[in-house]
């Protein structure tokens, strides 16, 4: 009887120069990797990442049996204005919400995916009281005159709704008896937080992505079995580290944005084996920092803007700054400056170690003994007072930014990931100890491979009510079950992160109780 073979994990990540592919056993270790240039149409690279993977493992492509894709698709077509969809915008608010429009901070370019905007009666007081009774008659109309419009997407929001939905989950029901059960629907209960504007920006922008969530999950598929990786469960990356199913993806494509940090974050914890520190993963034209809390990339607390839009769903708390290996270097009157541009995917292109004529932070470490790639006689001719002060500069960028990170004045365990890492020194201020693990470059796409699966349960909770143990005992159960429902082993499944925040301006003791649970996939 033959002995069973192992199975494997692939996993991708895009970025904006390099599209990196890991294949990982069953025991989780990197059976193969491979770093190539992103290309213009992204899907290039993805499939010469996966071909170039699977050729160095010569694995059997049946044994694959689960595969993983971080991409910053939805970023990209945010900030670049491209390929999103007009939708319907129906707020559920007035009269109370009258006085601020929808998408009105947004810049005129991006406001155009709205192809029709209506605010309704309806919607709840911060106590749970009803503010208005809900128009469906309103409701009706508005959805009627988007199908006439031939929108395929709307979304939905509602005052208050993270305190009771019920509004907008009748508007949601109207909207498919009206438009048919393949309208696509985007419901601010189930993406943002407390805060109706920008729950309701975040709602807008899922919406809008709705054509770009099935392009990249098609494409990747398509991808896989081009590739005769045909069997595959097929996963994306969310950005709080973990992953999610491609129905959920296509539900929620907003919350792959950020992705590429939580990658390497995870990447990062999983190869260095610690569970906080400080990540810093340097790419080809950006530089992250991110805080690793108990495995998990930490929780931003603030509002964040994408393409220009405040928005305040989950988003990993992390810094970007622009420097990586592509980073253009100049000198001007004994300044020597560093980005923020950058030669990007076209490095093995323009950077003087691969015979091109652009000085970039990368021919800087060749320079200076940092790093052996390309050619280094072709380094050999770069002034050395020159190279110091730029590495001088790209030292005082990184540390800067590291002192921001952190919540003491303490030195701090700092993991250095990314292909980009060769361009700092082993020690750097601020840093207790800075490890640069095996398989450093890649930390991003074994992030990916590695991840688990969770679930979260957020609720407003009155401990007046409900006995604060109860509370949380019974919020750690529903997260335990979502995640089980996502896909994770139930015997694996833990709780990584229990908050419950008072809230001031509510009667009594009333606090907001979020619970998040992970486990291995199944």
């Not at 049946?62 to 971080?70: D, P």
């Not at 995917?345 to 003994?369: C, H, N, P, S």
Request: one cysteine or more; hydrophobic letters at 40%; glycine letters at 10%.
């Amino acid at each position: 009887m033959s002995a069973k073979q192992s199975t494997y994990r692939l996993g991708v990540d895009v970025g904006g120069t390099n599209t990196d592919a890991v294949l990982v056993d069953e025991n989780l270790h990197v059976a193969a990797e491979v770093k190539l240039p992103t290309t213009a149409d992204v899907y290039g690279g993805i499939l010469a990442a996966i071909r170039g993977v699977l050729d160095s493992s010569g694995i059997d492509r049946k044994l694959i049996a689960k595969a993983m894709l971080g991409t910053t698709q939805c970023t990209n077509a945010i900030v670049e204005r491209k390929r999103l969809s007009k939708i319907g915008v129906l707020r559920i608010g007035a009269p109370a919400t009258l006085g601020i429009i929808p998408m009105v901070d947004w810049a005129d370019d991006l406001r155009e995916i709205a192809a029709a905007v209506e605010i309704i009666r309806g919607g709840f007081e911060y106590d749970g009281k009803e503010l208005a009774v809900f128009d469906e008659a309103a409701a009706r109309s508005f959805f009627e005159d988007c199908k006439r419009r031939g929108i395929q997407s709307v979304a939905i929001s509602q005052v208050f709704s993270v305190i009771r939905e019920e509004h907008e989950e009748r508007a949601a029901a109207i909207c498919r008896e009206v438009m048919g059960d393949g309208v696509y629907v985007s419901l601010s209960s189930k993406i943002g937080s407390m805060g109706l504007i920008e729950r309701e920006n975040a709602t807008i922008l899922n919406a809008a992505l709705y054509d770009v969530a099935h392009s990249f999950t098609e494409g990747f598929v398509n991808s896989l079995r081009d590739q005769g990786v045909s069997s595959a469960e097929v996963y994306f990356s969310q950005n709080d580290g973990t992953l999610m199913s491609m129905e959920l993806a296509r539900k929620y494509p907003i919350l792959t944005i950020a992705c590429g940090p939580t990658n390497s974050i995870r990447g990062a914890s999983y190869l260095s084996r610690l569970s906080n520190a400080v990540v810093i993963d340097i790419g080809g034209t950006t530089t992250d920092f991110g805080i690793l809390q108990n495995g998990f990339p930490r929780e931003s607390s603030v509002a964040v803007t994408i393409g220009g839009v405040r928005t305040n769903f989950r988003m990993p708390d992390v810094i970007s700054i622009g420097l990586g290996g592509g980073s253009i270097i100049r000198e001007k009157n004994g300044e020597v400056t560093v980005g923020p541009d950058s030669v990007g995917y076209r490095l093995t292109e323009k950077a003087l170690v691969f015979g091109g004529g652009t000085l970039t932070a990368t021919d800087i470490a060749v320079r200076l003994g940092l790093a052996r790639v390309g050619d280094p006689a072709k380094a050999a001719g770069i002034d050395l007072g020159l190279a110091e002060k730029a590495l001088a500069r790209i030292v005082e960028m990184v540390e800067d930014h590291l002192d921001s990170m952190k919540t003491s004045g303490e030195a701090v365990d700092v993991v250095l990931v990314g292909g980009g890492s060769i361009l700092l020194p082993d020690h750097i201020a601020g840093a207790k100890k800075l490890y640069k693990p095996d398989h450093f470059a890649v930390a991003n796409a074994i992030g990916s491979a590695i991840s688990k699966v969770s679930g979260a349960y957020e609720k407003l909770i009155s401990y007046d009510e409900t006995p604060r143990e109860k509370a949380l005992e019974t919020a750690k159960a529903e997260a335990i079950e979502l995640a089980v429902q996502a896909g994770a082993m139930r015997d694996t499944v833990e709780i990584v992160d229990v908050e419950d925040v008072p809230l001031q301006y509510h009667a009594g003791n009333t606090c907001r109780v979020k619970v998040k649970a992970a486990g291995e996939l199944g």
